[in-house]
């Protein structure tokens, strides 16, 4: 199993930007996808998720970014809107999938993301 994270991203203050990540491989079932993002110096925080019947949650930013996703293409996306400086981070995609008889989590190489002022 792999996941295929969008590549490096940039933007002013203001700006928007979506990410990507697909999930491929021998892949029986996919439960949660979710985006987490590090910024210098922080821990990784939670930013949002989405369950596989589409119920979404926010936690370290709301009202400006939008998960989804595309069970078709085993793909979920981070739209992200009125981008601020301290949105700068490196951004990583997170799946809980049912492959090779088991769960496991797996985690995307990580999209950075710069957003000047």
């Known amino acids: 199993v792999q996941l295929q994270a969008s590549g490096e991203a940039w933007c002013s203050l203001g700006g928007s930007l979506r990410l990507s990540c697909a999930a491929s491989?021998?892949?029986?079932?996919?439960?949660?996808m979710g985006w987490y993002r590090q910024a210098p110096g922080k821990q990784r925080e939670l930013v949002a998720v989405?369950?596989?019947?589409?119920?979404t949650n926010y936690y370290s930013v709301k009202g400006r970014f939008t998960i989804s996703r595309d069970n078709a293409k085993n793909t979920v996306y981070l739209q992200m809107n009125s981008l601020k400086p301290e949105d700068t981070a490196v951004y990583y995609c997170?799946?809980?999938?049912?492959?090779?008889?088991?769960?496991?989590?797996?985690w995307g190489q990580g999209t950075q993301v710069t957003v000047s002022s």
């Open positions: 997170n799946v809980h999938l049912f492959s090779d008889r088991t769960w496991g989590e797996y």
């Open positions: 491989g021998s892949i029986f079932s996919i439960n949660n």
């Open positions: 989405i369950t596989s019947s589409g119920t």
